[in-house]
């Protein structure tokens, strides 16, 4: 017997928290329960959720979706979630079943952004179009494959060895008087300073922390992460030189936000702040997510790219999206589900 259910404010959510947590357990923190209920509160007037839940003896499927201002309809997370998906386990007619609830609607359909070659394979009735990569250093393309004995190299010394010009740049940044420091996401004065100044600041695309409602959602969500949030910085007595918000999955550290002040722009203190992060996650045996964006300063120290896409689909051709319940993968996502179930047998998992 199949149990649907739809949800549709935010004071349901509690009643599926278990299901989902359940769903996301290998998924990325942007579908976690956490972060998906605080979106939903936090811009319900934007976009009203709309979550089909559908279980059965022998799995479960669930639809994070929205239905926007525009009318479209979407997966939760307003312009801040990088990375989207439905959640899914078990018997895989469920997933169709879910989407079927979606489909009543009755509307179009919007989505950025789908992450790697699974979800595109998963997506593929869709046709999904690139997007953007996201930057990613691994320990699994850091470590060499013949290694003798008696000099063993770590991931960590070789990502050190590989940018010895910026550990150069790093000491001298330090000797400015420049302190790298690391703070909780629960200093909250701190983590608002940082957004609320960025979004102050000129961008050549749209800044989306102009924006006051996103500023406080990054606030809170710092917050709720507690021990899963790192604030580094580039800190003198008086003064914030650069900043780094990361959030840290099951293996990865999420490298979310990077704020410099630009007075200090020759020193290219948020460059080096991503530097110097990279090569303590790798020392801490976390492999470290730059996000979406091909910027040269994170293509410099990215070992990967992960390929993210855009699905975009009228109300018409929507049923046809999850029509077959038979997942068929491709030689590229059997590779990738073959490696991230190696990594987890090894207890860590990637960042792609």
Not at 164 to 180: D, N, P, V, W
Not at 265 to 280: C, I, K, R, T
Request: charged share 25%; hydrophobic share 40%.
């Amino acid at each position: 017997m199949i149990r649907t259910r739809v949800i549709q404010n935010v004071a349901e959510f509690q009643s599926v928290r278990g299901l989902w947590e359940q769903l996301a357990r290998d998924a990325t923190i942007f579908q976690s329960f956490s972060w998906s209920q605080l979106a939903a509160a936090c811009f319900a007037r934007r976009e009203q959720p709309y979550v089909v839940c559908c279980e059965s003896d022998s799995g479960a499927a669930l639809i994070p979706a929205v239905i926007r201002r525009d009318g479209s309809t979407s997966l939760l997370g307003e312009r801040l979630f990088d990375y989207r998906d439905v959640l899914h386990a078990g018997d895989e007619a469920l997933l169709p079943q879910a989407w079927r609830g979606l489909c009543d609607l009755n509307r179009p359909f919007k989505l950025t952004a789908l992450r790697g070659e699974r979800s595109h394979q998963l997506w593929r009735a869709a046709q999904p179009q690139p997007f953007a990569h996201a930057p990613c250093v691994r320990s699994r393309d850091l470590i060499p494959t013949v290694t003798p004995v008696s000099s063993p190299v770590s991931c960590h010394d070789s990502f050190l060895s590989m940018h010895a010009r910026l550990g150069r740049r790093a000491r001298r940044i330090a000797k400015q008087a420049i302190t790298f420091k690391h703070h909780a996401g629960s200093e909250r004065e701190l983590v608002r300073f940082i957004y609320e100044t960025k979004g102050k600041q000129a961008t050549p695309s749209e800044n989306l922390f102009q924006d006051r409602m996103r500023r406080e959602f990054m606030v809170r969500i710092a917050a709720e992460a507690g021990s899963r949030c790192d604030v580094y910085t580039y800190e003198t007595n008086s003064e914030l030189v650069a900043a780094l918000v990361a959030f840290r999955g099951d293996g990865v550290r999420h490298c979310y936000t990077t704020y410099y002040d630009s007075r200090w722009y020759d020193f290219s203190p948020g460059q080096l702040l991503l530097f110097e992060v990279a090569a303590l996650s790798l020392a801490e045996g976390l492999d470290c997510d730059f996000m979406t964006g091909e910027y040269p300063y994170k293509n410099r120290l990215a070992t990967a790219r992960v390929p993210l896409f855009t699905v975009e689909a009228g109300a018409e051709a929507l049923p046809g999206i999850f029509s077959s319940s038979k997942l068929e993968q491709s030689p590229a996502a059997l590779s990738e589900a073959d490696a991230a179930a190696k990594t987890r047998k090894d207890g860590s998992r990637p960042a792609a």
